[in-house]
T-cell receptor, first 110, second 112 residues
Framework: GENVEQHPSTLSVQEGDSAVIKCTYS??????FPWYKQELGKRPQLIID?????GEKKDQRIAVTLNKTAKHFSLHITETQPEDSAVYFC?????????FGTGTRLQVFP | NAGVTQTPKFQVLKTGQSMTLQCAQD?????MYWYRQDPGMGLRLIYY???????DKGEVPNGYNVSRLNKREFSLRLESAAPSQTSVYFC???????????FGEGSRLTVL
């Protein structure tokens, strides 16, 4: 079955710096790759996603890139702010189910 | 528009007791899911239902059963709770076209 690996598990950056989180997946049939943000005590919420026919997608300060050949996708956050502090999860979708990575705890220090 | 509603929000059980987590969505989604979240292990899929009348095992199904009661409701049952099932449980639903998952608020279960 699908396996999603996510790195790093923790990431600390200074406010204004960039943050990059990387994920790899195993199933070449995966066709949808979302990223979720989870604040402490809250439910995960979608922040950006990318489909297998697209290489890059950007939404203001966040962007996601996908390399289908390498089975690798990444989340990029620029100009980080304290409110970006949260746990971020990548995921890969094979038909009918979404498999998540183990999460990255991002801390942005003022 | 409530989205995904799950109950209860908190529950404490003794080893061997049984309980059912309830989940309902009002977005007319075909697919529904149950995940568990443990520190350092992300969100692991327990069971899912791609459409009304079907259920399938996910990554960690042992010790659980599910029922897709109708299009709106998907319940998760622990027949004989074990301390290893202490976790936060999330129900979610998705539109099969977009794939976006919408989560409930979570249910924190402690098994003593």
């Amino acid at each position: 079955g699908e396996n999603v690996e996510q790195h790093p598990s923790t990431l600390s950056v200074q406010e204004g710096d960039s943050a990059v989180i990387k994920c790899t997946y195993s199933d070449s049939a995966s066709n949808y790759f979302p990223w979720y943000k989870q604040e402490l005590g809250k439910r995960p919420q979608l922040i950006i996603d990318i489909r297998s026919n697209v290489g890059e997608k950007k939404d203001q300060r966040i962007a996601v890139t996908l390399n289908k050949t390498a089975k690798h996708f990444s989340l990029h956050i620029t100009e980080t702010q304290p409110e970006d502090s949260a746990v971020y999860f990548c995921a890969a979708r094979v038909p009918d189910k979404l498999i998540f990575g183990t999460g990255t705890r991002l801390q942005v220090f003022p | 528009n409530a989205g995904v509603t799950q109950t209860p929000k908190f529950q404490v059980l003794k080893t061997g007791q049984s309980m059912t987590l309830q989940c309902a969505q009002d977005m007319n989604h075909n697919s529904m899911y149950w995940y568990r979240q443990d520190p350092g292990m992300g969100l692991r899929l327990i069971y899912y239902s791609a459409s009304e009348g079907t259920t399938d095992k996910g990554e960690v199904p042992n010790g659980y059963n599910v029922s897709r009661l109708n299009k709106r409701e998907f319940s998760l049952r622990l027949e004989s709770a074990a301390p290893s099932q202490t976790s936060v449980y999330f129900c979610a639903s998705s539109d099969r076209i977009t794939g976006e998952l919408f989560f409930g608020e979570g249910s924190r279960l402690t098994v003593l």
